[in-house]
């Protein structure tokens, strides 16, 4: 009896240990850079039926959580696309600006969108757009919609093209943290092996 009390006691220790190091992960994750990968679809247009993919990194100290708010690359944004066998970053936005362009959108903490323009051909730009909740201040009474516009660049370099010229759909997917996967993973093995200890037992 007493063997089993002491088993049973290293048992709960052992565990609390467990969910204390989770939870200071998780704790931890809150102040962390974070990675959401994405995907674009092309539908219509010049690129019709190709697809896309990136991944945009921020840090999250830089968030409140609350509301609508943006970020730019000054704020520690960072974004990486690949299409058509090209790779780009944020330094080759067409309209490049550390503290403007380009530029992540959020929702009570939640990405809702990039504002993104990639010169994918010398006169051609997919412009990655925010969500619908924002609106357009190039476009007054337009409002910018989660997906692909595709637009030209002029002589100057200057890219127009406004949300009627859609051409596909963005979606974004978050990237859980190695930290917290690697200590949940910790639980769940601790918990494999305390059910096969029991089995034995009985």
Known sequence: MKNMLREATAVVAVGSFFVALVAGEVQQA??????YDFEINLTSGTFAGQTGF???????????G???????????????????GQDYTEADDVGFDPAVFPSAFFNNGVLNGIDFVVPVLPNTALWLTNNASFS???????????GVCEGTIDTNGIFSASTANSVGAVTYVLVPEPATLAGLLSLSTLGIALGRKRKQAA
Do not use: H, M, R
């Open 30 to 35: 809150t102040a962390a850079t974070v990675a």
């Open 136 to 146: 357009d201040p190039a476009n007054p009474g337009c409002e910018l919609k989660l």
């Open 66 to 84: 609350f509301g609508e708010e943006i970020i730019e690359v000054d704020d520690g944004l960072s974004i990486v696309f690949n299409f058509a």
């Open 54 to 64: 990136g991944q945009v990194t921020y840090d999250d100290a830089v968030l409140t």
